[in-house]
């Protein structure tokens, strides 16, 4: 059995309301649009399906996929996991060169809703989306509900920290400790998935570190002298591995004294061959609207960039707990 792992509180960016409230407490209060990088082209070896799942995770429908044409798991593709307490539209690809292609909708059930197949040239592989759209809706809200307005407008102009969710670390954090174990040796991992599962919780943990340090600091919103900005302009932190960090000055004696308590798992990061990479220390929610359809519900819709967190967003607005999740 996995050993749990506490995940610190990260600090928030702003005066964070004294509000409680539930999110998912139905999967069709939580809706995930997947905004691919391309459209298929009508034509290649591979057929793509735009599918709504609802209760279902991502790897399950690829395997009732790969049933019904007949081919091997490995010849699906999509382009990321998708939540299994949601509404979640998203794309899978099939490999299936010089075959006739059967009709899909005759998996159709309450979990599964084939929207559309269409002929491409290339396979669906990890990362291939532009973001998500999220609809959200949050049920039960109490406490200072009005002060959740300023916020919200906090949040449309200024952003979010881009911390990794939750989900990054696995159940009850169990990831974490499993990837240490991992690293040092004490734990001998065969199957790939979870190796890079748990190399990715290790390495999620130090960038939320990091983040958490600069806003620990007061620094939220603020470049840094050394800091390294990405191509929209925006500071980025270190998502560790081989080579030297790219920052310097001030922003580099920030991320290196931070990591200095963990340079055993530093040290694994970079004998697990993963490379020096850097990732936006802020997340912008573009399209952001809310309505109230009732005193105590609010309704949120706005867009993600890809590998963000709906739940960065939520978390800044108080204590809104994971009603689904819980069952």
Known sequence: MTEAFELPDWPRAYNTPAVQGVFRSENADFRVTELPLEAPSGEGEHVWLEVEKNGANTAWVAKRLAEQAGVREMDIGYAGLKDRHAITRQWFSIYLPRVAEPDFSAINDGEIQVLSQQRHVRKLRRGDLAGNRFELRLRKLSGDLAALEPVLQ???????????????????????????????????????????????????????????????????????????????????????????????EDALALESEVVASQQAACDGLEHAGLKQERRALAAQPMQLQWQWPEADELTLSFLLASGYYATSVLRELGHIEAAALQQ
């Open 154 to 248: 906090q949040i449309r102009e200024q952003g979010v920290p881009n911390y990794f969710g939750e989900q990054r670390f696995g159940h009850d954090g169990g990831n974490v400790p499993a990837g240490l174990a991992m690293l040092s040796g004490e734990l001998r991992v065969k199957n790939r998935n979870k190796r890079s599962l748990y190399l990715s919780a290790v390495r999620s943990l130090l960038f939320n570190q990091v983040l958490a340090e600069r806003l620990q600091r007061g620094l939220w919103g603020q470049t840094l002298a050394g800091d390294v900005l990405d191509e929209q302009g925006m500071a980025t932190g270190p998502l560790w591995g081989r080579g030297r960090l790219a920052s310097s």
